[in-house]
């Protein structure tokens, strides 16, 4: 069946639907993993968008289920140069195909990808929409395209009660605002024991259970919409608990202690993006996916300072924060998709915890 993406521009691209046949309005971003589809089908940081893969081919692997790095998909609406159909791969267990349909993802396939991302390159993010329907008329479809927002998505993707990973070593406090599996995953190979909490959490309750370490999570959206969250991780940063901070939770510790946020003009979305740590000038290969970033010339060198830049535009990838056990990165350093670089930044925090302890 032929379906239509159309961007609040007025550009439209022509080619094949796939997954479930619904119309949907969303923000369109590209990611430039060559591997990794499912887990970033997966990863609640994408929910609200719909998600581009400049990879020409996609689903060539198949859907192995284990892979996935939360209970569904969240994308709006996958876009793709050319869906794979007959997947090959021992570990496979169903076409991506029936896993769109699955979940009611609606898509297309069979467009110029690349002729797509650079529009949005060039243009910036943008919002489209994806339709089986031709419309005759674009006037009653972009005023729809331009009056959408993303709006409160970390309410839609986190836990809805607590849970608890048990193991004998330190105890984590992972705050859910869209976590990935693998952070989780990640803290309990080293020993935690991990609590994750709904975003909605009071910072009394964390703080009363007594953890020797809190980590705040990637998530989806405008940071300046959770507002309440912000809140009570400023509560969170006037302990001496220590805090590892990821993406989303990166920057909302950076807004809770009077920073600022602003959103790039594509944001950074794959596996491949190189940061540096300026403390040793040593550059790690990384994943990222995310549309906003914390704006260094608001920091108060007092409270954080920048820890690691991002090597192609220089934007900040990392803090530092003055007196306290706390650091923060924008990156994913459990990947999944993605290069294994940063995972030290696990043990890293694994150490600022006994330190903490042993003072």
């Known amino acids: 069946m032929k379906a239509f993406l159309i961007l609040e521009d007025g550009h439209v691209f022509t080619g094949t639907s796939i997954g479930a046949q619904r119309e949907v309005v969303s923000e369109i971003v590209f ?37 996935m790095e939360s209970e569904r998909p969240w994308p709006d609406g996958y876009i793709v140069r050319e869906l794979s159909r007959l997947p090959s791969n021992f570990r496979s267990q169903d076409t991506i195909q029936n896993f769109l349909e699955k979940y009611g993802i609606p898509g297309i396939a069979g467009i110029d990808t690349r002729a797509l991302t650079k529009i ?6 943008m919002n489209g929409m994806i339709t089986t329907k031709e419309y005759e008329s674009l006037d009653e479809v972009l005023p729809r395209l331009k009056a959408y927002t993303t709006g409160k998505v970390v309410e839609k993707v986190t836990c809805r009660e607590k849970k608890v990973l048990e193991n004998d070593g330190f105890k984590v406090a992972l705050l859910d605002l869209g976590a990935k599996r693998n952070i989780a995953r990640s803290l309990h190979e080293r020993g935690c024991e991990v609590t994750i909490y709904p975003a909605d959490t009071k910072a009394e309750e964390i703080i ?45 510790m950076a807004l809770a202690t009077g920073a600022d946020t602003y959103k790039l003009k594509y944001g950074h979305r794959g596996g491949n993006h190189p940061v ?23 920091l108060d060198p007092a409270v954080a300072v920048p820890a690691f830049e991002n090597v192609n535009d220089r934007t900040n990838e990392g803090l530092r924060y003055t007196g306290k056990h706390i650091f923060t990165v924008q990156f994913h350093p459990e990947a999944c998709p993605g290069p294994q670089d940063s995972s030290y930044l696990f043990d890293r925090f694994i150490h600022t915890m006994e330190v903490k302890k042993n003072a």
């Open 31 to 67: 990611n430039t993993s060559m591997t990794g589809y499912l887990e970033v089908l997966t990863d609640p940081s994408y929910a609200g968008q719909a998600v581009t893969m400049t990879y020409p081919l996609i689903g060539n692997y198949g859907i192995c289920y284990e892979d």
């Open 120 to 125: 949005l390159r060039e243009s910036g993010t």
């Open 208 to 252: 009363a259970s007594r953890p020797d370490g809190i980590m705040l999570s990637n998530g989806p959206g405008d940071p300046k919409e959770c507002g309440s969250i912000i809140e009570e991780i400023r509560k969170l940063y006037e302990t001496d608990i220590p805090i590892f901070a990821i993406c989303l939770g990166h920057q909302l």
């Open 276 to 298: 540096r740590d300026l403390e040793t000038g040593r550059v790690y290969i990384s994943s990222q996916n995310h549309g906003y970033a914390v704006d260094t010339k608001s």
